[in-house]
């Protein structure tokens, strides 16, 4: 068995966190509820996937020590920050002004699937709650006598991250079902649009207002 796996008495109770910890609504579901409901079932997968990458790369740069200058730097801290809060309002008006997506019943075509993906990256890696969060939740499941350190990071956040996308695509299933539903309504379909633009706008005060 590779050094870095860790043992029995260590996988359970990060398994039994990850669970409870992904189960929390946060900024990442919020994302994908909002895409789900605003475009349907094709982007809130894609999204949620998009949510996945982005937290891969966070799993990476905590293995590699980079997360580190977030925790030690305010300017990095905030420059992320308000980045990912401009990146939010910017989605927000997308979703307040254009009129054609909401309409549209069927999967999104691949350059819609494409944007919806970058979306849940975009919306992840700028969240530099998630790298801290993340710096500080694995490292807690490493034992350095058992090999590679990093190696034991990326393995358990993988594993964090296998869960985690999990939930955000019963969320997307769930919500863009319930979107279908009241299509024909025009008055839902606006409703529908205007739902979507706020829940941007709420993640990105949200994220703004972010401390440390």
Known sequence: MPSFLPDLATL????????????????D???VLAQSLGR????GVWAAFGVAGGSLIHSLLAAFGVSALL?????AFLIVKYAGAAYLLYLAWRAATDRSGPLQAVS???RRAHRAFLDGVVTNLFNPKVALFILA???QFVDPTRGSVAGQILFLG???NIGGTSVLLIVALSASAARERILNSRRAVAALRWITAGLFVGLAARMALTQR
């Open 40 to 43: 349907g079932r094709s982007a």
């Open 137 to 139: 939740f694995l490292p």
């Open 158 to 160: 993988l594993l964090f």
């Open 29 to 31: 579901m919020t994302m």
């Open 71 to 75: 925790q030690q730097s305010e300017a």
């Open 108 to 110: 999104l075509p691949p």
């Open 12 to 27: 359970l109770p990060f398994l039994a966190a990850a669970l409870a910890l992904n189960l929390t609504p946060g900024a």
